[in-house]
């Protein structure tokens, strides 16, 4: 009871912080967003449905687009894009901060460091002060005692499991480029990183964009004798349901 009352206090002020514009993202994000999937997806039949989980090797999962979390915020996951957007990615080592929370949560996980004596505390010490609804790095520290350490506790226990079993570890959400190159967008670091300190080898995601062109291929070679792919395709996570249904 104790720690649901701190969970929501915590959500409650991270809403406050945010204000109207706040709840209305929320909103969206949460309910508006499913529905758009789900509509775009019924009057595209020939694309994947948003909610299709694909098994990735963690080790693939190294680059993410610049300003991800810009060019997402009026989209939705399960989406076709066109242009030039996965030709814009850096790798996860080259940015900080991000570089510093895997690095900081696989030794916490692996080492036993106290969270607030990690590399991503002590580095960005001034900068984590309105993270997680939290107001100051205490707050913080003990949100991660509670939430971080119980996930990382769960997923050591159950593993993630597939869309048809039930779990409480939610995907992560990936971009799929022309050629099918996998792109991380941002959420999901915690687990990310977790998968990473249990040695797991396959992680549970689900495609937010795949690009014109890759989508273009997967209709092609689902018309015809997959067979003949090449073979640098044959093992690709987002064809596999092709290759099973030929």
């Known amino acids: ?133 939290c107001t100051n790095i205490d707050e913080l520290v003990q949100y991660y005692e509670r939430n971080i350490d119980s996930l990382f506790d769960k997923v050591k226990s159950e593993g993630f499991v597939s869309e048809y079993e039930k779990s409480n570890v939610d995907p992560l959400y990936v971009h799929i ?6 792109f991380y967008t941002r959420d999901g670091q915690h687990r990310l990183s977790i998968a990473v300190a249990l040695g797991i080898e396959y992680l549970p995601v689900r495609v937010w964009w795949r690009h014109k062109q890759w989508q273009e291929m997967r209709c092609n070679l689902s018309q015809r004798n997959p067979i003949h792919t090449k073979s640098n395709l044959k093992n690709h996570p987002d064809l596999q349901d092709i290759f099973k249904n030929n």
């Not at 060019?71 to 850096?90: A, E, M, T």
């Not at 480029?177 to 996998?182: Q, T």
Request: aromatic share 14%; net charge positive; hydrophobic share 35%.
């Open 1 to 133: 009871m104790i720690k649901s009352i701190q969970i929501n206090k915590n959500r409650i002020r991270k809403l406050k912080n945010k204000g109207i514009k706040g709840f209305v993202w929320t909103f969206y994000d949460k309910l508006l967003l499913n529905v758009f999937s789900i509509v775009y997806y019924y009057l595209n039949t020939k694309i994947p449905h948003p909610n299709k989980v694909i098994w990735v090797k963690v080790a693939e999962i190294e680059y993410m687009l610049k300003k991800d979390g810009d060019l997402r915020k009026w989209s939705f996951p399960g989406s076709i894009k066109d242009g030039d957007w996965d030709l814009n990615y850096i790798a996860f080592k080259d940015q900080p901060k991000i570089w510093d929370k895997r690095n900081g949560i696989i030794e916490h996980f692996t080492n036993e460091v106290p969270w607030r004596d990690t590399i991503y505390f002590k580095k960005h010490h001034d900068h984590l002060q309105d993270v997680c609804g």
């Open 177 to 182: 480029g022309r050629n099918g190159e996998i």
